[in-house]
């Protein structure tokens, strides 16, 4: 049998898709907030450099800088990256508040509750404390600082870093949740005066209070694996002016030979044993950001910049990762994510990858396909048999650019 002339590959579509030729694929309102913000040049060189990281995937401004595609010699590059994370325009509040607006108005209904998720995360001299919002079995950085010392932060910094957030979200109702570095009665009774909702976990030696009885501690009130409880009014200091919280303790059971080491003691004002439980569990949704943003994705504790650039920094992760995750979103509702990634595997319950993850690697996927056309488009020449399929991933890949 003869070879398949290119005639009939273009006929059958293989060379009439159109490849993508821009650096970096933003949701249309991303595009119509950062080039108002922005003046020219700060635009094209974010779009540059949210582009690197989307396809490299380090935040180093060494590495940055030596793959940045810009014709001048790598030690200009630097200084010019350098220059760039110090500007004023790479602001939180300014260019990345309204981001969140109109993220809120496409993803997020009024009717339900936001989960906001506050944690902590050190390495080396960096000390990033962070507010973020849950979103697709991960969360999102919504506003964060960097505190000048090691180790937990105080009511303080916690109030300064929560309050711009709660002013930004003021049209929808917020539920805080943090671990047990936040388990704090100040913390609590100052989120109650602000008629905020909580859940933050508590340590197990703390002590309550219950009407006609006698300060427990809570490692002493039988919570064993399987069991929960919900305990209303309670008392969780000695200290005078702070009014009294509800208590939700709750030990995961055993399941398929994994036991939980502890369980959880839950101080909350939400109302029921059900919400405060299911609420919290999204909390893990910050530990996988952070695997994301670090050693899982952006290489973030590669970074040896100063506070400045770090935060700028952030925020060039923040813009890139949720263009990640809406482009995933569109993936999966297209139900061509099999193109992208593996959808099961065996002895797992849950799908295999992230929304950040197909997002990601979808835009990789056909990316790459502007420096491989001929090579791919002579493959498919050669595997003539194979064309069936090959129209299909053809059709998957227009599907992924027409979103652009």
């Known amino acids: 049998m003869a070879d398949l002339p290119n005639s009939q590959l273009k006929k059958d579509g293989v060379e009439n898709l159109k ?38 995937r380090q935040v180093s401004i060494e590495l940055l800088a030596s793959v940045m595609p810009y014709p001048i010699q790598f030690e200009s590059r630097r200084r010019s990256l350098q220059r760039f994370l110090n500007s004023d325009c790479l602001n939180i509040k300014s260019l ?31 000390n990033v404390f962070m507010l973020s919002l849950v979103w697709e079995k991960r969360s999102i950085p919504l506003y964060w600082r960097l505190l000048d010392k090691r180790g937990c932060s105080n009511i303080c910094e916690q109030q300064a870093l929560i309050t711009p957030v709660l002013e930004l979200l003021s049209d929808y109702e917020v539920i805080v949740l943090g671990d047990r ?37 809570l490692s002493d009130l039988g919570l064993l694996p399987g069991t929960r409880f919900y305990l209303s009014n309670v008392k969780v200091t ?21 036991e939980e080491d502890e369980g959880w003691y839950l101080l909350t004002n939400v109302g029921n044993l059900k919400q405060s439980i299911d609420t919290f569990k999204s909390r893990s949704g910050i530990e996988a950001m952070f695997k994301d943003c670090k050693t ?16 700028s920094l952030i925020l060039l992760i923040a813009i890139a990762y949720s263009c990640a995750v809406i482009q995933g979103q569109k993936i999966k509702t297209m139900g061509i994510q099999k193109y992208v990634g593996r959808l099961t595997e065996y002895g797992r319950s849950i799908r295999r990858h992230s929304s950040f ?19 791919i488009t002579e493959l498919m020449r050669i595997r003539r048999n194979k064309l069936p ?6 059709r998957a890949m227009s599907f992924i650019l027409s979103m652009f």
């Not at 219950?210 to 427990?216: F, R």
């Not at 973030?300 to 910049?305: K, M, Y």
């Open 296 to 311: 899982g994705g952006y290489n973030l504790e590669r970074s040896h910049a100063n506070n400045q650039r770090l935060s």
């Open 19 to 56: 490849w993508p030729h821009l650096l970096i694929m933003f949701p249309q309102f991303y595009q119509n907030h950062l080039e108002k913000q922005l003046k020219p040049a700060e635009y094209q060189t974010l779009q540059s450099l949210v582009y690197l990281l989307q396809s490299h």
């Open 357 to 375: 993850w197909i997002g990601l690697y979808g835009q990789a996927w056909v990316v790459g396909m502007e420096f491989c056309q001929d090579i």
């Open 389 to 394: 399929f090959f129209q299909r991933g053809m």
């Open 181 to 217: 570095e936040f388990g704090s009665v100040k913390l609590a009774s100052w989120l109650s005066s602000m008629d905020v909702k909580f859940v933050i976990r508590v340590k197990q030696e703390r002590y309550i209070l219950e009407e006609n009885s006698d300060y427990i501690r």
């Open 96 to 126: 990345w508040f309204p981001l969140i607006k109109e993220i809120l108005k496409a993803k997020f209904k009024k009717s339900k509750p936001l989960k906001l998720v506050i944690d902590r995360t050190q390495w080396r001299a960096h």
């Open 238 to 258: 000695k200290q005078k002016g702070f009014g009294t919280f509800d208590m939700a303790g709750y030990w995961r059971r055993k399941y398929r030979g994994k």
